[in-house]
């Protein structure tokens, strides 16, 4: 699996907006093939950070998440909400191997 | 639930060793009732670098977790491999809700 972590921070007051489209956007996503989960997390002492939590099932699978409809009303919709460009981290799963995913 | 990622470096060449040990306390920790998750990550530009992913049901489970004897063992496997303290972040689910977690 490729995993990828983005890291958000959103201006004051723009936390149930990102919130609300980013719901709309995770439920649409792992309805595509590519992607196995989609968890929108919001930080506990901080609601102002979250973190997409993107896991997806090969190489070809963030490129055609980027060019779906969902992604890109999300992506206009939060734009003005930023307080700091995103940031990612990519990983490799150790635990749990690709075929126990769920 | 409670979602805990927990940030880890370890030192050079304890990268193998730091896998084995996760990944046996990972498959011991999805079967206590309040862990809904356990995943081993490992960062894909620093192979140093791990995410431990933490779905707790309920606020009593995280200390229910640090009781278990998988748990110590690993606590004390990983102790010297550490190349700095661990960090963690706490974090809330916005998606998928509570009862759409698997």
Same mark, same amino acid.
């Given at each position: 699996?490729?995993?990828?972590?983005?890291?958000?921070? #959103?201006?004051?007051?723009?936390?149930? @907006?990102?919130?609300?489209?980013?719901? &709309?956007? +995770?439920?649409?996503?792992?309805?595509?093939?590519?992607?196995?989960?989609?968890?929108?997390?919001?930080?506990?002492?901080?609601?102002?950070?979250?973190?997409? #939590?993107?896991?997806?099932?090969?190489? @070809?699978?963030?490129?055609?998440?980027? &060019?779906? +409809?969902?992604?890109?009303?999300?992506?206009?919709?939060?734009?003005?909400?930023?307080?700091?460009?995103?940031?990612?981290?990519?990983?490799?799963?150790?635990?749990?191997?690709?075929?126990?995913?769920?």
């Amino acid at each position: 699996m490729i995993v990828v972590h983005v890291y958000i921070h #959103v201006k004051p007051g723009c936390e149930e @907006a990102f919130r609300r489209a980013s719901e &709309e956007n +995770a439920s649409q996503s792992v309805k595509e093939p590519g992607i196995v989960r989609f968890d929108v997390l919001q930080q506990s002492d901080d609601p102002a950070r979250f973190v997409l #939590v993107e896991i997806y099932r090969d190489a @070809a699978a963030p490129g055609l998440h980027k &060019e779906t +409809a969902h992604y890109k009303k999300w992506r206009d919709a939060v734009e003005s909400m930023m307080a700091e460009p995103r940031k990612s981290a990519k990983y490799t799963n150790v635990y749990p191997s690709d075929h126990e995913w769920r």
